[in-house]
């Protein structure tokens, strides 16, 4: 199938009915991320770029997902939107297939992405989750081809659930100098076990924002398995190439070859994170998800190559 060029300035010609699998792309050296000799490839992507909340735990989904993709024409969106899904499927996120369903991961394709985000920071900030005050201008700047924001909430022993907004006071002491009137009391933990403190991080919210110049070039494949893995877990840091194989290398600087699909590191990964124990430990959390993309990494790379 053709490039996404025709979409850059979202452009009104149909799209085919069957867009085509990704093709593998080749050009010039990968510059890889630097590895620590005594860390793990994998132990040292997840502490990279799978961020985690103020009590060390790593959000996923409970609540049912939900896509929306703007922005494109109609089956193009669509193609998008069942790849989310797709791969929710794949790793047993909650999925919600409901006839007008609330959606949860919004994705936007915008020829001039900044004055979008530039919206969305005055009429709806808490979409950026939980930032302290010196981070806003950062977040609120649109420099890549593809960016993501997440809005978290915390839960606690009793289920009780709180926001996590952007605001500078701990959600702990919810009468603190500035805190949110809307999260609503604290919630509560239990202290005094290495296995964690028995509270919770849930993803609310996904937002995808693409500037639909940048990817003009990419096939609709590849920028679907991209932003399917972008939506199901919080990310940062992926501004630069990764040594292990992940699609989200895809969009890295100065990184060939990068697969134009999720790879199996990719649904190992994202596997783990909806199969864990989301009370336990962060360390806990990070070595499962670490352990299950090299596992995945490690039989793919021993299968047999297919006969052409």
């Not at 919600?96 to 915008?110: E, H, K, M, Q």
């Not at 964690?196 to 609709?220: F, M, P, Y």
Request: proline share 8%; aromatic share 6%.
């Amino acid at each position: 199938m053709a490039a996404l060029a025709s979409l850059a300035l979202l452009a009104a010609a149909p799209p085919p009915a069957k867009p085509e699998a990704p093709n593998t792309l080749s050009g010039v050296t990968v510059t890889p991320e630097k590895k620590d000799p005594l860390v793990d490839p994998t132990s040292q992507f997840v502490r990279s770029h799978v961020p985690e909340n103020r009590e060390g735990q790593l959000a996923r989904f409970r609540d049912k997902i939900c896509v929306r993709v703007v922005g494109l024409p109609a089956a193009y969106g669509a193609f998008i939107a069942r790849q989310v899904v797709k791969v929710a499927t794949q790793v047993h996120a909650p999925v919600d297939r409901a006839p007008g369903c609330t959606p949860n991961v919004n994705v936007i394709f915008s020829p001039d992405p900044q004055a979008q985000l530039d919206d969305i920071a005055k009429r709806r900030d808490i979409l950026f989750g939980f930032h302290w005050g010196a981070q806003t201008k950062a977040l609120a700047t649109f420099d890549r081809p593809i960016q993501s924001w997440y809005l978290t909430r915390s839960v606690g022993t009793d289920g009780q659930d709180i926001l996590e907004l952007n605001h500078g006071s701990t959600f702990m002491d919810p009468g603190g100098p500035g805190a949110p009137v809307s999260v609503g009391g604290s919630i509560k933990g239990r202290a005094g076990s290495r296995l964690g403190t028995d509270q919770s991080s849930e993803l609310v919210h996904s937002l995808i924002l693409v500037d639909a110049r940048k990817v003009a070039n990419l096939r609709i494949g590849a920028v679907a398995d991209y932003i399917a893995v972008l939506a199901l877990s919080r990310w940062q840091g992926l501004a630069r190439c990764n040594a292990v194989s992940t699609v989200l290398n895809l969009l890295a600087d100065d990184c060939a070859d990068a697969p134009e699909a999720a790879t199996e590191g990719d649904l190992g990964l994202l596997s783990a994170l909806y199969a864990l124990d989301p009370r336990e430990a962060g360390d806990q959390q990070r070595f499962t998800l670490a352990a299950r993309m090299r596992e995945e990494l490690k039989k793919a790379s021993s299968e047999p190559a297919p006969h052409p």
